[in-house]
């Protein structure tokens, strides 16, 4: 008896060099994203390496289409393949697509501050940029209009609290966040000199450092706390800046209205042996 045999399905080429694709840009995408939140590469390289992954992930995604039409058209194999491809590629560009529809939304700025008049200076971590970094000067009218336009809720914080106590708040959410605190100091005597705070944040994904800067100065009635958050590279911070200031205010004047603790009177002195004795001596 003859068994016939049975010639295996072919498979889509385009199937197949699809996911291959697909799956380099994955790698490709995961050692960018290490490399830049490490900061072994700078950052120009280190970004073009991360753009080429997504640009191949798009490719995947186009490939596993064309895959998709020849396996419907001739009816060979390379489904599995097709959709993987499709989908590793749309897990990859779905992230940059939704930041792409925030920056056409948002103003093209990357420096906010509760004071754009005279806002907080960064004076040590001025010399901590790279010189490729953004200057730490404040862009000006321009930026401040945008951002008044878009974030109008951005504004000083005023408090009842004395300097002293708010300078120790704002101290105490930075800490918490884990932020790196470059330079602090205090505020000195009634007015005559502003606590300043300077600190270096990092963005949740890619980890590129922003900076901050929180001033206080006395007021008639308390304190006046100023922040300023401001991004290293980009022409675009993506609403970061303005986010992590309302927050910081919003982390601070939550501190101040928690109730302090009630500071315990020391106990007397109690009365020494010689005391006792010298007073029953007198008796």
């Not at 007397?268 to 010298?278: D, I, N, S, V, Y």
Request: avoid cysteine; charged fraction near 25%; charge should be positive.
């Amino acid at each position: 008896m003859v068994r016939r045999r049975i010639a295996p399905q072919p498979t889509s080429k385009l199937a197949i060099w699809a996911q291959r694709i697909a799956l380099f840009s994955l790698a490709a995408t995961l050692v960018a994203l290490i490399v830049v939140r490490s900061g072994a590469l700078d950052i120009v390289p280190a970004l073009s390496t991360l753009g080429g992954g997504l640009a191949l992930a798009v490719v995947a995604i186009l490939l596993a289409f064309g895959a998709g039409i020849v396996i419907w058209r001739e009816g060979i194999g390379g489904v599995r393949e097709a959709i993987v491809a499709f989908l590793v590629g749309i897990a990859l560009i779905a992230y940059p697509l939704y930041l792409g529809a925030k920056a056409y939304r948002l103003p093209a700025i990357y420096d906010v501050t509760t004071d754009p008049i005279d806002p907080p200076r960064f004076e040590v971590i001025a010399r901590l940029r790279p010189r490729d970094a953004h200057p730490v000067t404040y862009a000006g009218l321009y930026a401040a209009e945008q951002q008044r336009a878009s974030y109008s809720d951005i504004e000083p914080d005023l408090t009842d609290s004395s300097p002293q106590e708010a300078y120790e708040a704002a101290l105490k959410v930075i800490a918490k966040r884990k932020w790196a605190i470059v330079n602090e100091r205090p505020p000195h005597g009634a007015g005559s000199r502003d606590g300043h705070i300077e600190a270096i944040a990092r963005t949740l994904i890619l980890g590129f450092r922003e900076d901050v800067a929180v001033r206080v100065r006395a007021t008639p009635d308390g304190a006046r706390i100023d922040v300023r958050s401001a991004s290293r590279y980009g022409l675009h911070d993506l609403g970061e800046n303005a986010a992590r200031v309302s927050a910081l205010i919003s982390d601070i004047d939550d501190v101040l209205a928690a109730p302090q603790p009630e500071k315990k009177e020391p106990p007397p002195p109690k009365p020494t042996h010689a005391a006792g004795k010298g007073g029953a001596a007198r008796r």
